[in-house]
Structures are given as C-alpha cells and as structure tokens.
C-alpha cells in the first residue's frame, strides 16, 4: 500500500487511488510442464500415506524407531531413525560376514574335495574329529564296525589313520593334520619303512581318494598289508 504525506481526502475516489498504483506491464514469460504426472507418479511422491498402508519393511523400520527412540531417550524421530539406519546396517555387515564363515568352514571340511579335488599329494587328512584326535581313538573299533557294515573303504582309511599314529608313537613321524603323504615319506629315514609306507599310501589313494568299490577278497589283500606293516613297526 502506498501512503502520501498529505491528509486523504474524504472525497476522494475509487479512481482516485486506481491512478496512483503502479502497474507492471513487462511480459511475462510462460513455462509449460510437460508429463508432470508422469514424473511424479510413484510411492515417493504419495505424501498422505498412512503406516498401515506402508510395507511391512517399512513398519518395522517405524516400529524399531519407536522402540529406539523410547529405550534410548531420543529427543527427535529424526535422531531414532538414524540410529536404526545404523544398527540395520551394522547388523547385515555382521550377518555377511557370518554367512562367509560358515560357507567357508564348510568348503574347508568336505575332505579336501570341493576345493583340492583328490590328488593324492594334498591334504590326505581331512579335518574331522577322527583326525584331530587321533591318538585318542580306538581304531580297532572303528575298522570292526567298518567290516561288519562291509564299508570297506572306510575301513582302509581307519587303517591308515592307525598307522600314522603308529608311526607317531614310535617316533618315526611328526603327526600334523595338514600333512602329505609326501611330507609323511621324506621324514622315514630307514628305507624297508618308507617303502612300505609308500606301498600302504598307495593303497589308501586308490581306495579311498578313487572311490573305487572293493569287495571283500580285495580287502582282504590290503588288511594284511596294513596288519603287517603295523606288526613290524612294534618289534
């Protein structure tokens, strides 16, 4: 509004003050939208929806904010639903790298298999509770459990755990699980042992790490190789 100096007169006239206003008269420039309904329409831009119309991701984002925000005395939601943005994300972080643990446990147990294929001269020893205590097992029990099942295969294998820790108790070895066969051969020093160790490791690679099925006279041939080479190492 435009005031004057001077006194209004009170007959002064509609027009009057029509005559005073300033008018602008410069042109204006017109802007054209084009597909603004197209550009604007999607959830990001419904502003009246309600929680119960939201995802369930969403109300449980709103219903952690809340939990937050009274548990930890937040004076905004602004300052709750960062925190939760935080703890979601440190608790994926966590979650991932379990999840690469665990498979990665997982791949390393299965016998040296899926990662070492059966190459002989790889960890011949998978890591298993047998393995890692073998002084502490009953071979002997394993291999008659093994026989009466006919699993044959199995019961090679527990006769090859006997005889390296047969060969460790009587020194001729230094028993670690992630050993060779190789690494088991250079440390015989006397040459009958390392002889017939490298005959018995054989038979242990072909049967077990070839997974070749033996019926029993086949067994047979290999029992008496292992009980042999055990006999002689207690003389």
Not at 16 to 26: A, G, H, L, N
Not at 35 to 49: A, N, P, S, V
Not at 59 to 64: E, G
Request: charged fraction near 30%; proline fraction near 1%; charge should be negative.
């Amino acid at each position: 509004m435009l005031y004057s100096a001077n006194p209004i007169s009170t007959t002064t006239t509609l027009s009057d003050y029509q005559e005073i206003v300033y008018q602008d008269t410069e042109p204006m420039d017109k802007r054209e939208y084009d597909d603004l309904k197209e550009k604007y329409d999607g959830d990001d831009f419904i502003y009246e929806r309600t929680i119960e119309q939201s995802g369930w991701w969403t109300r449980f984002k709103k219903w952690l904010s809340d939990f937050f925000k009274d548990l930890f005395d937040f004076q905004s939601d602004a300052e709750a639903s960062d925190a939760v943005s935080s703890f979601i994300n440190i608790f994926f972080i966590i979650l991932f790298v379990l999840v690469v643990f665990f498979i990665a446990k997982a791949i390393i147990n299965r016998e040296g298999n899926w990662v070492f294929g059966k190459s002989s001269d790889k960890n011949i020893i998978p890591v298993t509770d047998v393995e890692t205590n073998i002084h502490a097992t009953d071979f002997k029990t394993l291999i008659k459990n093994a026989e009466n099942d006919n699993n044959f295969r199995l019961a090679v294998r527990y006769y090859y755990l006997w005889l390296l820790k047969t060969l460790s108790e009587v020194e001729l070895i230094d028993y670690d699980v992630e050993k060779t066969n190789s690494d088991y051969y250079l440390e015989l020093e006397n040459e009958t042992i390392r002889n017939e160790f490298s005959y018995t490791s054989y038979l242990y690679n072909y049967i077990w790490y070839g997974e070749f099925n033996i019926d029993a006279e086949q067994f047979d041939k290999a029992k008496n190789a292992y009980n042999q080479f055990l006999r002689s190492l207690w003389k």
